[in-house]
């Protein structure tokens, strides 16, 4: 209903401003202030998972290739050149050339580079001689065999066999280009870019800071002077500020949005999916977890509505391992996902099934299983995290909730410290390449379960290779059936989260299928 109000805000100012003759001017100047939840790890986004250094960060930097940052839903076509100014494939689909901007300077005067994009992606595919600290995303470029430059100015990709989204794990903001002459440590205290915004600081529990890089070659961008982004973890004392206009944009949650929009009229504010699936995921070599039955039973116990009415006020949506339909592309209808295995509706069915299971495997009433249930000490997690261990009572398994700070969460699951616990794939884009890619296959630095199935890996690499959306989403939907038959990372629910921001904050686009891709913020000004 917001969306439909906010389209049609926008028609009536259009219509105002067109019959006026005048039109709203873009205003140089300002600060936005923004408040986050938590600290990250570092600033470093090609070693952070977490949603908050990679918000911080995208204005920082360029890609070869972006997410147009007007268009609400990414997807192959809404790609745009960015440091590249086009792009070409060769006629087999394994070679993807770009010719590059000249003229471009990193924040510190030296040139951009097609050395640059070599030394990135060397980096990411563990070719070079400096190496990340963590590499969350190599498993993205597994099909990468090389990139070569030719002269300073364009670069090709070498695939091992075609990819057509490829180009879509580019366009992420996750998939910035990085400087050659700055060692990866320093990156991490102190990056720099080639984007709109150059880094100020970050001070632990205080705050981060970019300002405006008078040097951007784009022309009379960005509009702001600096982006401050306050780490206030107490969501009452965001919302508080935010009420009291001591910041311009805030994110919530949707209860909390209802809250916000009761006291602050002026407000604008959006409601749209994450695309962060919550995911119940057990350590499957870790016994008695390793038996495939005990797993199907946990899965058995899950009542994805109820997270979602009470979380999210009925704000939510079920799905798999991809973003359901209308604002994903690739998920699957309800109708169909109703017929996956555990997907069926009626939980005391279910859940008297997941009992039977469990008493052959000889526990019950009297004999529970019981486990430590680990998650991120942030609300988004800890609250599932709840609900979930009071759902597992049903099936006679006890657990017991531990909190991990975020900097230790993703090393504790990615070195696989852990029986059972609630985690979030943070979807960064809406494909099946990075979803997959990222989360499922055999080896993958986030493939926390450690869940292996070399025919559902050659699935992957099938789907990968096929341009034809239809024949695509077919063979999507059929990996779709066989992880939820092999009971991996099974889904809670998809979130929704809420923008609102100030009526002075302008060219904001809120995407509706990535909680990351929309944070350039080279576009947005203020009218104050």
Sequence with gaps: MARKLRAAAASA??????????????????VLRIPVFDNPASMSIHEESAVLAERAMMGVFNNLVIFDQHVEQNSMQSIVPDLATSWDWNEDGTELTLPLREGVEWHDGKPFTAGDVKCTWDLLTDKSGEKLRVNPRKSWYRNLNDVTTAGSYAVTLHLKRPQPAFLALLASGWSPVYPCHIPPREMRSHPIGTGPFKFIG????????????????????????????????????????????????????????KEVK??????????????????????????????????????????????????????????????PPPEGIWGMPPDILSKLRGYDPDVPK???????????????????????????????????AV???????????????????????????????????????ENSLDDPDQTFYE??????????????????????????????????????????????????????????????????????????????????????????
């Design 439 to 528: 989360n499922y296959v055999c080896g993958a630095e986030r493939n926390y379960t450690g869940y292996c199935n070399p025919e559902v890996d050659n699935l992957i690499d099938e789907q990968s290779m096929v341009s034809d959306h239809e024949k695509r989403q077919k063979l999507v939907w059929d990996i779709e059936r066989r992880l939820a038959e092999d009971d991996v990372l099974p889904v809670m629910f998809y979130g929704r989260y809420g923008t609102c921001w100030q009526p002075q904050v302008k060219g904001l686009t809120i995407k509706v299928n990535t909680l990351f891709d929309g944070w350039r913020m080279e576009d947005v000004w203020l009218d104050r």
């Design 262 to 323: 009761s006291q602050t009229a002026e407000a604008i504010c959006d409601l749209v999916p994450d695309n962060a699936a919550r995911n119940l995921i057990v350590n499957r070599a870790a016994p008695p977890l390793d038996n495939p039955d005990l797993r199907r039973a946990m899965t058995l116990s899950l009542d994805r509505k109820a997270f979602i009415d009470i979380l999210r006020e009925g704000q939510g949506d079920i799905g798999g391992a991809m973003l």
């Design 202 to 257: 970050f001070k632990p529990n205080e705050s981060i800071k970019v300002a405006r890089n008078p040097h951007y070659w784009k022309k009379n961008r960005p509009y702001l002077d600096a982006i401050e982004f306050t780490i206030i973890p107490n969501t009452s004392t965001r919302m508080l500020g935010f009420i009291a206009g001591k910041f311009d944009m805030i994110t919530l949650q949707p209860p909390q949005l």
């Design 13 to 30: 100012l259009l219509i105002a401003t067109s019959v006026s003759g005048t039109a709203f001017a873009e205003k140089p100047g300002g």
């Design 350 to 384: 279910n859940r008297a099934e997941a009992r039977h299971i469990m008493q052959k495997l000889g526990y019950g009433p009297d004999k529970r299983l019981a486990v430590t249930v680990s998650t991120r000490n942030l609300p988004p997690y800890r609250d599932p």
């Design 387 to 425: 609900i979930l261990i009071d759902q597992l009572k049903e099936v006679y398994v006890d657990g017991v909730l531990d909190i991990i700070p975020t900097v230790n969460w993703y090393p504790k699951v990615a070195r696989k410290d852990y029986s059972l616990g609630l985690s979030i794939n």
